[in-house]
């Protein structure tokens, strides 16, 4: 049973464009939501974050917004650069809980 | 600063050998500590957490097994290992607070 779902496998972006990445959740409980970037051989590393009392986050060129109605969230990447190019994982948890859930990633590539 | 390691980097074992992985975070005490695995196109499956010497709490029932026989080691363990135990194992911590988790760099798992 997939708690948190990332629908899209890969997404392809012009460099400069915005990327928008999808994440959706089931389980109510879960009131804190992540996002990791992960390079190959690497282990993933925290991007942003987003508490259920707010419904949007801002960090430099990423942006998460929650929408808890519909246990959904988005990472965008505004303007989407090279570098950008990684895994994306989308993860959750409950406040207080040890478990943080992940999302099976979207693979970006940001083309020059 | 806060480190983690996770060595080796990479582990090539014949099926039926035991395993031994191990984790270190220096530059805190008392963290909580997990062990991931991601096999090949899936995302972060959480394996096992502590959050104290000698605490360990199992997520799935598995062929490993884990052990913290000091504050800032984990280890990952097999008796035997099976074919399906390949994949890449991230070490992880978190602060008591378990907001978010800071990984390793991984070890890619292969066994045949």
């Known amino acids: 049973d997939q708690q948190v779902k990332q629908n899209s496998p890969s997404l392809s972006v012009q460099e400069g464009r915005i990327s928008i990445l999808n994440c959706d959740y089931t389980?109510?409980?879960?009131?804190?939501f992540l996002w990791y970037k992960k390079y190959p051989a690497e282990g993933p590393t925290f991007l942003i974050s987003?508490?259920?009392?707010?419904d949007k986050n801002e960090d430099g060129r990423f942006t998460v917004f929650l929408n808890k109605s519909a246990k959904h969230l988005s990472l965008h990447i505004v303007p989407s650069q090279p570098g950008d190019s990684a895994v994306y994982f989308c993860?959750?948890?409950?406040?207080?809980?040890?478990?943080?859930?992940f999302g099976a990633g979207t693979r970006l590539f940001v083309k020059a | 600063s806060q480190t983690i390691h996770q060595w080796p980097a990479t582990l090539v074992q014949p099926v039926g050998s035991p395993l031994s992985l191990e984790c270190t975070v220096e530059?805190?005490?008392?963290?909580?500590l997990y062990w991931y695995r991601q096999a090949a196109g899936r995302g972060l499956q959480l394996l096992f957490y502590s959050v104290g010497i000698g605490q360990i709490s199992s997520e799935v029932p598995q062929n490993l097994s884990a052990s913290r026989p000091q504050d800032r080691q984990f280890i990952l363990s097999s008796k035997k290992l099976l074919l399906s135990d390949s994949g890449f194992y991230l070490c992880?911590?978190?602060?008591?607070?378990?907001?978010?988790?800071?990984f390793g760099s991984g070890t890619q798992l292969s066994v045949l």
């Open positions: 530059g805190t005490s008392n963290p909580n």
């Open positions: 987003i508490s259920s009392i707010k």
């Open positions: 389980n109510s409980m879960f009131d804190y």
């Open positions: 992880a911590w978190s602060k008591q607070d378990n907001e978010k988790l800071f």
């Open positions: 993860a959750a948890k409950s406040t207080g809980g040890f478990k943080t859930i």
